[in-house]
T-cell receptor
Framework: QSALTQPASVSGSPGQSITISCTGS?????????VSWYQQHPGKAPKLIIY???QRPSGVSGRFSGSKSADTASLTISGLQADDEADYYC?????????FGTGTKVTVL | QVQLQESGPGLVRPSQTLSLNCTVS??????????WSWVRQPPGKGLEWMGY?????????NSSLKSRISISVDTSMNQFSLRLTSVTAADTAVYYC????FGSGPNAFDIWGQGTMVTVSS
């Protein structure tokens, strides 16, 4: 049960778009459309922002979007805003267990 | 709206057992569409899924913890619990309880507690 691989950090200027990758394997990301993404601000609990690869919970900005190709899922944040500066984690169902990604720190320049 | 709240000691001695509770409010722990979960985060590090339990008692655990962890559900108290035995400093972390909504739900950890810091130290 290895953690899913994410880049340690991604940065962008306000208004730009950034994409965070989440690489797993054919046993997790590649096998299930049950990839979710979480945003975590310092000292706070994680917040669900994408579920089932592409779906957004009610109240989550449309600037967040998700996709998947083979064993890699991606989160795109468009129109980057100061409040998007946070840690982001992917998570995949893997047959009765869940795997989180290594986490990506997003910096708004 | 379901809410989760962790409770338990903030300090545990090495080799002892870490025990935490998570109280479910605004909903029933006997719901057939939730797995009740624990996720932890060591200081400055990422999230680690520890395990989850269905209300009936069926549970699944992270294999790295399998010999030390148990998650149980108390329907009379509307709460679920984590027990982690033989703790070491590596178990120092913020512990979150969370609900995994499956079926018609988002199939994700949709609700989280605020987290509770547990330090393992003598």
């Amino acid at each position: 049960q290895s953690a899913l691989t994410q880049p340690a950090s991604v940065s962008g200027s306000p208004g730009q778009s950034i994409t965070i990758s989440c690489t797993g394997s054919s046993s997790d990301v590649g096998s299930y459309n049950l990839v979710s993404w979480y945003q975590q601000h310092p000292g706070k609990a994680p917040k669900l922002i994408i579920y089932e690869v592409t779906q957004r919970p009610s109240g989550v900005s449309g600037r967040f979007s998700g996709s998947k190709s083979a064993d890699t899922a991606s989160l795109t944040i468009s129109g980057l805003q100061a409040d998007d500066e946070a840690d982001y984690y992917c998570c995949s169902y893997a047959g009765s267990i869940s795997l989180f990604g290594t986490g990506t720190k997003v910096t708004v320049l | 709206q379901v809410q989760l709240q962790e409770s338990g000691p903030g300090l545990v001695r090495p080799s002892q057992t870490l025990s935490l509770n998570c109280t479910v409010s605004g909903g029933s722990i006997s719901s057939t569409t939730y797995y009740w979960s624990w996720v932890r985060q060591p200081p400055g590090k990422g999230l680690e899924w520890m395990g989850y339990s269905y209300y009936s008692g069926s549970a699944y655990y992270n294999s790295s913890l399998k010999s030390r962890i148990s998650i149980s559900v108390d329907t009379s108290m509307n709460q679920f619990s984590l027990r982690l035995t033989s703790v070491t400093a590596a178990d120092t972390a913020v512990y979150y309880c969370a609900s995994w909504a499956f079926g018609s739900g988002p199939n994700a950890f949709d609700i989280w507690g605020q987290g509770t810091m547990v330090t393992v130290s003598s």
